[in-house]
């Protein structure tokens, strides 16, 4: 992919036997791939995959980091009881920052725990109502689905 974008090389490759290798200069790679356009096509499919499956693969961590973040706001005094849970004064965006994950992450997963029956949400809030299922997710032992 790199050569497709006119970068360095991205990656490095360890052998674990004895190989044989060909170099590829950059520019034969890149006008292979122009002139056979179902190879361009596979290329970038299999990036795409590759790239998919690493997001997907992430969505759990960014779940547990995010009950964690939620859990520790609470326990930190920062929320305000409320009649159905603790109230977090915290947008979705804010959580996002505080995670270190995308905005679109944070609200499919918010969804999640909200259909679990763990938060509620409203504008520029969010209510904690099951701090001891969020704090197992936070710790591993589960998932928002589980």
């Given at each position: 992919?790199?050569?497709?974008?006119?970068?360095?090389?991205?990656?490095?490759?360890?052998?674990?036997?004895?190989?044989?290798?060909?170099?590829?200069?950059a520019?034969?790679?890149?006008?292979?791939?122009?002139?056979?356009?179902?190879?361009?096509?596979?290329?970038?499919?299999?990036?795409?995959?590759?790239?998919?499956?690493?997001?997907?693969?992430?969505?759990?961590?960014?779940?547990q980091?995010?009950?964690?973040?939620?859990?520790?706001?609470?326990?930190?005094?920062?929320?305000?009881?409320?009649?159905?849970?603790?109230?977090?004064?915290?947008?979705?965006?804010?959580?996002a920052?505080?995670?270190?994950?995308s905005?679109?992450?944070?609200?499919?997963?918010?969804?999640?725990?909200?259909?679990?029956?763990?938060?509620?949400?409203?504008?520029?809030?969010?209510?904690?109502?099951?701090?001891?299922?969020?704090?197992?997710?936070?710790?591993?032992?589960?998932?928002?689905?589980?």
């Open positions: 992919m790199a050569a497709i974008r006119r970068m360095p090389r991205s990656a490095s490759v360890i052998a674990l036997a004895e190989v044989e290798m060909l170099h590829l200069p520019v034969e790679w890149l006008n292979f791939l122009y002139e056979h356009p179902r190879a361009m096509h596979a290329q970038l499919a299999c990036q795409l995959e590759q790239a998919t499956r690493k997001i997907a693969e992430s969505e759990p961590a960014i779940e980091r995010l009950a964690k973040s939620i859990i520790e706001l609470a326990d930190s005094g920062i929320g305000t009881p409320a009649p159905n849970g603790i109230g977090l004064r915290f947008s979705q965006q804010d959580l920052n505080l995670t270190g994950a905005l679109d992450s944070v609200k499919k997963i918010v969804r999640n725990f909200k259909t679990a029956g763990l938060v509620g949400t409203g504008r520029q809030i969010l209510l904690l109502r099951d701090p001891a299922k969020l704090r197992e997710i936070a710790d591993g032992h589960r998932t928002a689905a589980s």
